[in-house]
């Protein structure tokens, strides 16, 4: 069973306007940690954000927003004001357990974002 | 800070040849992974390093891939024969041990088997 779901293959938005990348994960675990990457055309992997299951609050890193919503296991990645630069692919990422923070990250299959101008 | 340094960038070789890929992570980091991404899928683990020891190889296929870090530093994978299938860009990351949350990424390695 597929542990990261990213049901958007590609996306197409207008440079200013926000935008939500929709991620579901699938985990037994309670613990748990959750990240956005993003991947250019240049093709290194850029962090952008992380939630822990248990932190309160949802994360939030400049322009970066991760709407944690643990009951339907959802943990969607919202940027605000996009820009041209934003355009690349989007990888959401799962690790199973925080006690070790060099377990394993699942990544999911990403979503191509194109921002118009 | 010097990030994560991979060679070569590009790589063609015909099947049944070998090849080896090279990392040099950031300077300090304990941690060392590889992973393998195919064209429209996100990047999967081959294997992860903390200094020169190997905690996960779960997924490395070990008839013919290897890896070593030797010294806890750089880090070399090898395929060997290679297969149509391990076309792919081989990404290599580290982190601080501990500090799992943030992994810095090399620009990868695109190999293409023909």
């Known amino acids: 069973a597929q542990k990261i779901t990213q049901t958007q293959p590609g996306m197409f938005v207008q440079e200013k306007e926000a935008v939500t990348l929709d991620c579901t994960y699938d985990?037994?675990?309670?613990?748990?940690?959750l990240f956005w990457y993003k991947q250019p055309s240049s093709g290194e992997m850029i962090f952008l954000i992380y939630q822990g299951s248990y932190d309160q609050q949802n994360a939030t890193e400049g322009r970066y927003s991760l709407n944690f919503q643990k009951a339907r296991k959802s943990a969607n990645l919202v940027i605000s004001a996009s820009q041209l630069g934003d355009s690349a692919m989007y990888f959401c990422a799962m690790r199973e357990g925080l006690m070790n923070r060099d377990d394993k990250i699942i990544f999911g299959k990403g979503t191509r974002l194109h921002i118009l101008p | 800070e010097a990030g994560v340094a991979q060679s070569p960038r590009y790589k063609i070789i015909e099947k049944r040849q070998s090849v080896a890929f090279w990392c040099n992570p950031i300077s300090g980091h304990a941690t060392l992974y590889w992973y393998q991404q195919i064209l429209g899928q996100g990047p999967k683990l081959l294997i992860q390093f903390q200094n020169n020891g190997v905690v996960d190889d779960s997924q490395l296929p070990k008839d013919r891939f290897s890896a070593e870090r030797l010294k806890g530093v750089d880090s070399t994978l090898k395929i060997q024969p290679a297969k149509l299938e391990d076309s792919a860009v081989y990404l290599c990351?580290?982190?601080?041990?501990?500090?799992?949350?943030?992994?810095?990424f090399g620009p990868g390695t695109r190999l293409t088997v023909t």
């Open positions: 990351a580290s982190s601080l041990r501990g500090q799992g949350n943030e992994q810095y």
């Open positions: 985990t037994s675990d309670p613990s748990y940690g």
